[in-house]
């Protein structure tokens, strides 16, 4: 289980976070959802360890992540996938070179590495693009392999950053089929995006991150049935000014 | 309020604090041999190898500049051999070393930080992380190392050819024969001559590749961020060479 112990995260004087609260419960996709800018990205990368919190912690499977040596973070970081926004894969190798990195480094031996990335590549529908670049891609091409070098790995969670953003329906839809299927294999998911659709098909619970901190915590009807003002205008995307109304309490 | 001017050079997250924070944990990488061992090669042929032409293009012309300089110099006060000995020295101590280093620096430099900063800003290093790399490791230690390792056999090449062009001029355009050119260069050539230029350049080596390494993980955003770090990457690694030029001249020397 990850647990968001009081984050609080500042860039110089602008506060992004302040002590977010927040339990991925095993075996369920949870959605933060949010305003661009809001933190949602930071959070994930406070999880693995890619930034250090100003105050509070991340605990994962029992363990504070800031507090780890170097060898227990890396090790954490075998058990945790992360799928970038723009897919973040290494431009001057292949699909098949990208997917084999991290197993790479885990010492697997050649038969299983090739095993796993073709394994991978099907579950994203992409098989035969092994010894293809990424800028010979699409952008929906290139997030699913994201999620492909993401699932070789078979980590315990995997982290998704905005991964409908700039993709056409059908390709977002293809992309929360796999979300939805990644976590019937048993792997939790902590995704954040601003794209309600998403959040409704993908996600078992649903949280919004309003100025710093989780305004309100539930299953898809309870979000659906919020009659919290900020919550209500942001799953409806309507435009005007709900802040002024009082904050909600996370759950 | 603004940092002051020393205190980002000097201070305790200052520029000086940066660099030898890096350094040090450049130096502990050393030990995840598993991670930068299979790519040490890669990177000495694309920093070392790949750079021979243009290190070699310097050394021919810095070769015969030398030598027409040091005749227009010696005529009628020194004897000509003496054209030998101050190409050779030179070449040897100096120009060899400094200008092959500063070509490097520029091409080096500049590849690195380019490389590595669209690796920051696009992620890639967050994603070598989150695959469980250490970048120190990945990125840092293969690229100073390799540097480290071919600066110094660039150099030798560039002080062979930058010799071998001097005495073709001397004994093509001065009244100089090849006895007398060769006479003038073993007059004063000590072995230290060259190991002294070797070592140097070594460390250049080390100081261009580490500040393009520590400029590319530090770019901002956007190509413009990119740009910046690339030229500063440049910048940065030709005053390094310069400062350790004049620290190995006081203690070797």
Same mark, same amino acid.
């Given at each position: 289980?990850?647990?968001?112990?009081?984050?609080?995260?500042?860039?110089?004087?602008?506060?992004?976070?302040?002590?977010?609260?927040?339990?991925?419960?095993?075996?369920?996709?949870?959605?933060?959802?949010?305003?661009?800018?809001?933190?949602?990205?930071?959070?994930?990368?406070?999880?693995?360890?890619?930034?250090? %919190?100003? #105050?509070? /912690?991340?605990?994962?499977?029992?363990?504070?992540?800031?507090?780890?040596?170097r060898e227990? +973070?890396m090790?954490?970081?075998?058990?945790?996938?992360?799928?970038?926004?723009?897919?973040?894969?290494?431009?001057?190798?292949?699909?098949?070179?990208?997917?084999?990195?991290?197993?790479?480094?885990?010492?697997?031996?050649?038969?299983?590495?090739?095993?796993?990335?073709?394994?991978?590549?099907?579950?994203?529908?992409?098989?035969?693009?092994?010894?293809?670049?990424?800028?010979?891609?699409?952008?929906?091409?290139?997030?699913?392999?994201?999620? @492909?070098?993401?699932? @070789?790995?078979?980590?315990?969670?995997?982290?998704?950053?905005? %991964?409908?953003?700039?993709?056409?329906?059908?390709?977002? $839809?293809?992309?929360?089929? *796999?979300?939805?299927?990644?976590?019937?294999?048993? !792997?939790?998911?902590? !995704?954040?995006?601003?794209?309600?659709?998403?959040?409704?098909?993908?996600?078992?619970?649903?949280?919004?991150?309003?100025?710093?901190?989780?305004?309100?915590?539930?299953?898809? /009807?309870?979000?659906?049935?919020?009659?919290?003002?900020?919550?209500?205008?942001?799953?409806?995307?309507?435009?005007?000014?709900?802040?002024? $109304?009082?904050?909600?309490?996370?759950? | 309020?603004?940092?002051?001017? @020393?205190?980002?050079?000097?201070?305790?997250?200052?520029?000086?604090?940066?660099?030898?924070r890096r350094s040090l944990e450049t130096v502990r990488a050393l030990a995840d041999y598993r991670t930068w061992g %299979?790519l040490l090669?890669?990177?000495?042929?694309?920093?070392? !190898?790949?750079?021979? %032409?243009?290190?070699?293009?310097?050394?021919?012309?810095?070769?015969?500049?030398?030598?027409? *300089?040091?005749?227009?110099?010696?005529?009628?006060?020194?004897?000509?051999?003496?054209?030998? $000995?101050?190409?050779?020295?030179?070449?040897?101590?100096? +120009?060899?070393?400094? =200008?092959?280093?500063?070509?490097?620096?520029?091409?080096?430099?500049?590849?690195?930080?380019?490389?590595?900063?669209?690796?920051?800003?696009?992620?890639?290093?967050?994603?070598l992380e989150?695959?469980a790399y250490d970048r120190n490791s990945y990125l840092i230690v293969p690229r100073v190392l #390799?540097? #480290?390792?071919?600066?110094?056999?660039?150099?030798?090449?560039?002080?062979?050819? /930058?010799?071998?062009?001097?005495?073709?001029?001397?004994?093509? =355009?001065?009244?100089?024969?090849?006895?007398?050119?060769?006479?003038? =260069?073993? *007059?004063?050539?000590?072995?230290?001559?060259?190991?002294?230029?070797?070592?140097?350049?070594?460390?250049?080596?080390a #100081?261009?590749a580490l500040?393009?390494c520590l400029?590319?993980l530090?770019?901002?955003?956007?190509?413009?961020?990119?740009?910046?770090?690339?030229?500063?990457?440049?910048? +940065?690694?030709?005053?390094?060479?310069?400062?350790?030029?004049?620290?190995?001249?006081?203690?070797?020397?």
């Open positions: 289980m990850i647990v968001l112990d009081h984050l609080s995260k500042a860039f110089g004087p602008k506060p992004v976070l302040q002590g977010l609260c927040l339990e991925v419960p095993d075996g369920q996709n949870t959605v933060i959802i949010g305003h661009s800018g809001s933190g949602k990205s930071v959070t994930l990368k406070l999880i693995v360890g890619l930034l250090e %919190p100003d #105050a509070g /912690g991340v605990i994962v499977d029992g363990e504070v992540v800031h507090e780890m040596t227990r +973070l090790a954490l970081r075998g058990r945790i996938g992360y799928v970038f926004q723009f897919a973040a894969l290494f431009d001057s190798m292949t699909v098949e070179e990208n997917i084999r990195m991290g197993l790479v480094k885990r010492g697997y031996d050649q038969a299983t590495i090739r095993e796993r990335v073709e394994e991978s590549l099907a579950v994203v529908e992409l098989s035969g693009t092994e010894r293809r670049y990424p800028g010979e891609l699409s952008g929906g091409m290139r997030k699913r392999v994201g999620i @492909a070098r993401a699932i @070789a790995l078979k980590p315990h969670y995997i982290l998704y950053d905005e %991964p409908t953003t700039g993709l056409d329906p059908v390709t977002s $839809a293809v992309m929360d089929q *796999l979300m939805i299927r990644t976590r019937d294999l048993g !792997v939790t998911g902590l !995704v954040v995006t601003h794209d309600m659709r998403s959040a409704f098909t993908v996600g078992d619970r649903i949280a919004m991150l309003y100025q710093g901190a989780i305004r309100q915590v539930g299953s898809v /009807g309870e979000i659906q049935a919020t009659e919290d003002p900020v919550v209500r205008q942001f799953i409806e995307g309507r435009p005007g000014d709900a802040a002024a $109304a009082p904050a909600g309490r996370a759950e | 309020m603004q940092p002051s001017v @020393a205190s980002r050079v000097a201070g305790r997250d200052g520029f000086v604090a940066h660099v030898g %299979p090669v890669g990177q000495m042929r694309r920093l070392g !190898v790949d750079s021979v %032409p243009i290190t070699l293009f310097i050394a021919v012309f810095t070769g015969i500049v030398l030598s027409l *300089l040091s005749s227009y110099i010696f005529t009628g006060t020194v004897p000509l051999y003496f054209v030998g $000995a101050l190409v050779g020295k030179t070449i040897m101590m100096e +120009l060899g070393p400094v =200008l092959t280093g500063m070509a490097l620096a520029g091409r080096v430099g500049a590849s690195i930080a380019a490389e590595l900063g669209t690796m920051k800003v696009t992620e890639q290093v967050d994603a989150t695959l #390799a540097a #480290a390792l071919m600066f110094p056999v660039v150099t030798a090449f560039a002080m062979g050819v /930058g010799v071998f062009s001097g005495w073709v001029t001397a004994i093509n =355009l001065l009244d100089l024969s090849t006895p007398e050119f060769l006479k003038g =260069l073993k *007059l004063f050539y000590r072995f230290k001559d060259i190991w002294f230029g070797l070592v140097k350049s070594a460390s250049f080596g #100081a261009v500040m393009g400029q590319g530090g770019a901002r955003a956007g190509a413009e961020g990119v740009g910046l770090s690339t030229t500063r990457a440049v910048v +940065l690694g030709c005053e390094a060479i310069l400062v350790l030029d004049a620290f190995w001249a006081l203690v070797l020397l």
